[in-house]
T-cell receptor, first 111, second 114 residues
Framework: DQQVKQNSPSLSVQEGRISILNCDYTNSMFDYFLWYKKYPAEGPTFLISISSIKDKNEDGRFTVFLNKSAKHLSLHIVPSQPGDSAVYFCAASANDYKLSFGAGTTVTVRA | ETGVTQTPRHLVMGMTNKKSLKCEQHLGHNAMYWYKQSAKKPLELMFVYNFKEQTENNSVPSRFSPECPNSSHLFLHLHTLQPEDSALYLC?????????????FGDGTRLSIL
């Protein structure tokens, strides 16, 4: 039973434009959310996180938005750059270390 | 450059072989994890060690045997594996196993069972 879902397996965006990645979850006990980025032949790299007491967290070009009532979070990347082409994973935990991961969204940034 | 190093990067083995995967972290963390990623599936947590003590075994078959001799090293011993065990095995570490600790991953071992 997958508790974290990334319904878009892929996303293509023009360089310089905004990339919006979406993630939905079913477990209302989740209170900490993370985004990871993964290049081929490398492990996932931590990108940004947000706790449930916030609805927005920003770090440079990356912003994560959390909508608890909709059980939805999104990652905005602006402006998108060619180096952003990777697989992005959403993950969530419920007050402990156990992370539930989504299946990932492959982002391709076109020049 | 990752602070979590996994060896080997690729491993091909027969079902009757015994092999071990190694993970070493250089981040001063106290918690270490093993994950399995099968094709087109999300990462699945297998084992967790916190301060060298195993705190999680996520119903993993006994043909996978973890070992954590110290906070910097983690092993996954493999024996009599099945073809469905072919996957990417990822090691991760975090400061400890508490709330709100981002986990840092190694580059994984790609395991193929013949």
């Amino acid at each position: 039973d997958q508790q974290v879902k990334q319904n878009s397996p892929s996303l293509s965006v023009q360089e310089g434009r905004i990339s919006i990645l979406n993630c939905d979850y079913t477990n209302s006990m989740f209170d900490y959310f993370l985004w990871y980025k993964k290049y081929p032949a490398e492990g996932p790299t931590f990108l940004i996180s947000i706790s449930s007491i916030k609805d927005k967290n920003e770090d440079g070009r990356f912003t994560v938005f959390l909508n608890k009532s909709a059980k939805h979070l999104s990652l905005h990347i602006v402006p998108s750059q060619p180096g952003d082409s990777a697989v992005y994973f959403c993950a969530a935990s419920a007050n402990d270390y156990k992370l539930s991961f989504g299946a990932g969204t492959t982002v391709t940034v076109r020049a | 450059e990752t602070g979590v190093t996994q060896t080997p990067r690729h491993l091909v083995m027969g079902m009757t072989n015994k092999k071990s995967l190694k993970c070493e972290q250089h981040l001063g963390h106290n918690a270490m994890y093993w994950y399995k990623q099968s094709a087109k599936k999300p990462l699945e947590l297998m084992f967790v060690y916190n301060f060298k003590e195993q705190t999680e075994n996520n119903s993993v078959p006994s043909r996978f045997s973890p070992e954590c001799p110290n906070s910097s090293h983690l092993f996954l011993h493999l024996h009599t594996l099945q073809p469905e065990d072919s996957a990417l095995y990822l090691c991760a570490s975090s400061q400890d196993s508490g709330y709100g600790q981002p986990q840092h991953f190694g580059d994984g071992t790609r395991l193929s069972i013949l």
